[in-house]
């Protein structure tokens, strides 16, 4: 209903930092609430990071609080995710994710791949 294309994936060191951008093809309202959720394998997925288009707003998960920033480009389509510190733990395939409420989970994004070594 609403595609979102992330970019951005790939291995990095612990320690180290990366940046993932998600950009929605549709027309985002004020309501509209945009995020991440990471999935790794034999674990359950797990929420990141979300942020609100209209006021800017941001939420996240307890595992990435102080090291993540999510933030919003609205004349872009488009939010990004600052990693910093990773952690091998973080390792997972990350999905952009969408919707009209809590918990934004309406639309999905392909996933993208994010390993982090020790």
């Known amino acids: 209903q609403l595609p979102l294309v992330e970019s951005g994936g790939g291995l990095v060191q612990a320690g180290g930092s990366l940046t993932l951008s998600c950009t929605a093809s549709?027309?985002?309202?004020?309501?509209?609430?945009m995020g991440w959720f990471r999935q790794a394998p034999g674990k359950q997925r797990e929420f990141v990071a979300a942020?609100?288009?209209?006021?800017?707003?941001?939420t996240y998960g307890d595992s990435v609080k102080g090291r993540f920033t999510i933030s919003r480009d609205r004349s872009e389509n488009t939010q990004t995710l600052q990693m910093s510190d990773l952690k091998p733990g973080d390792t997972a395939v990350y999905f952009c994710t969408g919707g009209g409420s809590w918990p934004p989970q309406n639309h999905w994004g392909q996933g993208t791949q994010i390993t982090v070594s020790s």
């Open positions: 942020v609100r288009w209209g006021t800017g707003g941001t």
């Open positions: 549709g027309r985002l309202y004020s309501s509209y609430i």
